[in-house]
């Protein structure tokens, strides 16, 4: 077990001795994007396979966000928290645990779908500290390429933590036009998240 944990620990500072020893590539990863990412890429995944990233654009601070992710694999969670907790404090970067909510956006796209945010309803029901969630869409139909889109929309108006932490379920079913009116707009959602967290640890 400690052979493990001493293990673990050091693939991890490996990891971040390479980051800081690329720190200005990395930073300017435009430079040769495809070829950095692949390193990057294959240098996370000797932590992890799973593990996966985002870069932000040049922030009015002058640094970056790293967000490293789990691309929502809930087992991995801790792994990612491990890795950003031992992270170095670095001059041009803000180190992120976690895909996070992002502030005016209105759509996104996956695989051949658009889905504006305008279009996107839910209900939900408590379910033991969770919450049982109902999309309705419209425009929806049955396909497999729904379940990445709700998933991308969740992370955009939630993150990654909460989507996988804070859901017991994702149903989706088509919008009825006539249910508009007993429904909640879905960026009502992090706010209705986050007064049942509070209701269920008090």
């Not at 590539?25 to 396979?49: G, V």
């Not at 593990?51 to 789990?70: C, M, N, T, W, Y």
């Not at 992120?96 to 502030?103: D, G, I, L």
Request: glycine residues 4%.
């Amino acid at each position: 077990m400690f052979d493990k944990l001493f293990s673990k620990k050091s693939i991890q500072d490996a990891f971040w001795d390479w980051f800081k020893k690329n720190n200005d590539a990395i930073f300017h990863f435009e430079r040769n994007q495809d070829f950095l990412f692949r390193i990057l890429k294959t240098e996370l995944n000797k932590i992890h396979s799973d593990l996966v990233f985002e870069f932000s654009p040049i922030l009015e601070d002058g640094k970056r966000e790293f967000v490293i992710s789990a691309d929502g694999n809930k087992s991995v969670f801790p792994i990612v928290k491990d890795l950003v907790e031992k992270a170095p404090n670095l001059d041009k970067w803000h180190i992120v645990a976690f895909r996070q909510p992002r502030k005016g956006i209105t759509q996104i796209s996956y695989d051949n779908l658009i889905v504006n945010f305008e279009d996107v309803f839910f209900r939900f029901g408590k379910d033991n500290g969770q919450i049982a969630l109902e999309l309705n869409i419209r425009g929806f139909y049955e396909a497999p390429e729904w379940t990445g889109a709700a998933f991308i929309l969740l992370d955009n108006v939630l993150g990654e933590y909460y989507t996988e932490m804070s859901l017991s379920r994702i149903d989706k079913k088509l919008l009825d036009e006539q249910d508009v009116k007993q429904l909640y707009p879905i960026t009502d959602l992090p706010k209705i998240v986050q007064d049942y967290y509070s209701e269920w640890n008090n």
